[in-house]
């Protein structure tokens, strides 16, 4: 009786009064409180956390933020990449990416085995899908019809979109269970590029970032794309705790930002 009364208390206070403490366990004061002004602290220890690591990690160390306009790029090389990312249906182009890649492929190998997250879908039940009109796949042929003799991996959330095409295989991964990053396909494979443009969120960011610490060639280079203000204190962040090999560039694009880690 007594088990059964805890369990409907604790269904009313996780579901119908939302207390958060059920989430958000590791941002429950330690201090004696009454269970409304607990929801509330635990909303100002989650809402200030960023901004406060931030604080303390610009103590040591400021990222600077490079500008688009300002990267070094063969301008050939760009316009070959416009050519193919709108020929292809990407709407990498409108973020200005046709540029950023240009600058990338001017620092990685000249016959990288590329492994991309976020294959594109028109499924609208999906996070992140590219809408009716999207072309799946569209950069990952891009980037195949750019590099011919590359091996070339997209991977994506959605079973229904996966493919495989001439340079291209695809497999199923969750961004958010970082278990499924390491599919048997891609099995002890290194990559001089990897790019995520899969759920753009930091934790799903953070997961394709652990991976590619293990997984990234020395001279390769990880993409992160599609970054919204809001979200780049945590790459602020993320510059101060690397070390070598590795380090971090900002680069404030058309609409939105990118990181680009390198390791040297
Ligand atoms: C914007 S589309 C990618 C577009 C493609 N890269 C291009 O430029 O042509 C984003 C993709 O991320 C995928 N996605 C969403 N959530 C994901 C997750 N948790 N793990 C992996 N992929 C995810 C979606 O299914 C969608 O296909």
Redesign the pocket.
Known sequence: MYKLFSKIKKFLYKYILNYLKYEFTEFIPNSESKEHQKNELIKTNIKSYTSSMLNISQWFYNQDVTYLSNLNVDENVTTSLHNMFENHG???NKHGYDILYSYVFSKISNNPTIL??????NNKQ?????GKYGKPG??LRAFSQYFATSEIYG????KN?LFNFKNIKTFY????DIDTFNNKLIENKKFDLIID???HMQS?NLNTLRFSLDRLNQKGALVIEDIPLSALDTWKIVATLLAKPFDLEIVQCMDNFAVILNKN
């Open positions: 990407s709407d990498k991309e997250i976020g294959i594109g879908t999906i996070a992140s899908n590219m569209a950069s991977a994506d959330v959605d979109i991964l969750n961004q958010n443009d899969g759920l799903a």
